[in-house]
């Protein structure tokens, strides 16, 4: 088992930014693939960003590439989303993810442990 905790959520303008953090507990955190999604009302959870163990093996999503960066910090339990030149379409509930299978997923199924989301809003 492994404890997901987001926070840095919060209200931002267009063309500001945001950063993200998920701290886990439990299981070791370095044999973890984590990921971040996003839920939009109405919308399915939308696949972000993903790293795998070691900080290698990252992937984005085609709508955040080149604004977001995710990255992730072993001796601290801690994976970052940071994100840069943010839109009204970036809101969302933003969710960490931990796969503890080996390779790096961007598929939501894939991963078995979630955190309980941070809110993300842009104003236009």
């Known amino acids: 088992q492994v404890q997901l905790v987001e926070s840095g959520g919060g209200l931002v303008q267009a063309g500001g930014s945001l950063r993200l953090s998920c701290a886990a507990s439990?299981?070791?955190?370095?044999?973890?693939?984590m990921g971040w999604f996003r839920q939009a009302p109405g919308k399915e959870r939308e696949f972000v960003a993903a790293?795998?163990?070691?900080?290698?093996?990252?992937w984005y999503g085609d709508s955040v590439k080149g604004r977001f960066t995710i990255s992730r910090d072993n001796t601290e339990n801690t994976v970052y989303l940071q994100m840069n030149s943010l839109k009204p379409e970036d809101t969302a509930v933003y969710y960490c993810?931990?796969?503890?299978?080996?390779?790096?997923?961007?598929?939501?199924?894939?991963?078995?442990?979630w955190g309980q989301g941070t809110q993300v809003t842009v104003s236009s």
């Open positions: 993810a931990a796969d503890s299978r080996p390779g790096v997923a961007r598929f939501a199924s894939a991963y078995a442990y």
């Open positions: 439990g299981r070791t955190f370095s044999i973890f693939a």
């Open positions: 790293i795998g163990r070691s900080g290698t093996g990252i």
